[in-house]
């Protein structure tokens, strides 16, 4: 009884999360918290997270903000790869504005661009089902860093997240300062278990789990890069903020788009796009 009210009451919620994270006036951004809360706080872990860093101007160079209150990675410097939920599916979308280059979007020396053409995964349904990803021309290419995709499959992380999005999950605003968070990574299965308790069947190789109630991403932070370190000590892009059940809940992770399983799709759809 208690336990079927209790589901009901999450499949509730997660509707109602998920109907907002899919209207993009609504999608927001956000942040994580990567600093450890008190101890007291593990007594309400439902609370939302505060705290999270603010990156320094420079540490992420290829994040970038869209204008629909999404983040984004630059992976070829004509080229933002974003959540498919981000963005609408049409291939002719000129409408999203591009700030690059800050970590402050109101700091001088952000650098703009619009789009140009759209290309969304072409599986995608919403994003708790996969297929969270798609590519965006810019009408001009930026003179930055860019964001290299990684290889391999997802190791043992931590892995760290980023956005201008909302730093505790009833927060009313975006940030104009970009934040991030360390995120450890919670198994399929684990992750799988719970939301399955919520009323949503994860797609395995599509997406992976991270977050602890210290560390989420949350509204306003989809379609920003989860990166990871290269052999070489680099940044590799190994994931793309799609979705969760509030934000930095106990039990319930953030859902990334998982690149391994993606990467050739998107090299394509990139292809395409010069
Ligand atoms: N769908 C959200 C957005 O549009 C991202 C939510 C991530 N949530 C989480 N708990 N990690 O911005």
């Not at 021309?137 to 201008?164: E, F, Q, S």
Request: proline share 7%; net charge positive.
């Amino acid at each position: 009884m208690v336990r079927n009210a209790a589901s009901l009451l999450l499949a509730g919620i997660l509707t109602a999360v998920l109907t907002a994270a899919v209207r993009p006036a609504q999608a927001v951004v956000e942040v994580r918290p990567v600093r450890p809360a008190p101890a007291a706080a593990d007594a309400h872990p439902a609370r939302p997270v505060v705290g999270g860093l603010e990156a320094p101007q420079g540490k992420f160079p290829w994040t970038v903000r869209l204008s629909m209150g999404c983040g984004g990675a630059l992976i070829e410097p004509r080229v933002v790869l974003t959540a498919g939920h981000c963005v609408d599916g049409t291939a002719k979308n000129d409408s999203i504005q591009v700030t690059a280059g800050v970590a402050d979007l109101k700091a001088r020396g952000a650098v703009t661009a619009r789009s140009e053409r759209v290309i969304r995964a072409e599986g995608f349904i919403d994003e708790t089902r996969g297929d969270d990803w798609a590519v965006v021309r810019l009408d001009r290419p930026l003179l930055l860093p860019t964001l290299p995709i990684a290889k391999d499959p997802v190791g043992a992380g931590p892995y760290v997240v980023m956005g201008w999005g909302q730093t505790r999950e009833d927060s009313i605003r975006q940030e104009e300062r970009l934040h991030y968070a360390s995120v450890p990574i919670v198994p399929d299965e684990k992750c799988a278990v719970a939301y399955k308790k919520a009323g949503v069947t994860l797609v395995d190789d599509e997406q992976i789990c991270a977050g602890s109630p210290q560390a989420d991403t949350c509204q306003g932070d989809s379609g920003g890069p989860m990166v990871g370190h290269g052999k070489h000590g680099e940044w590799v892009q190994v994931g793309i903020v799609s979705w969760g059940l509030g934000c930095a809940r106990d039990g319930y992770p953030g859902v990334y788009t998982q690149l391994s399983t993606f990467r050739p799709a998107i090299k394509a759809a990139v292809r395409k796009l010069r």
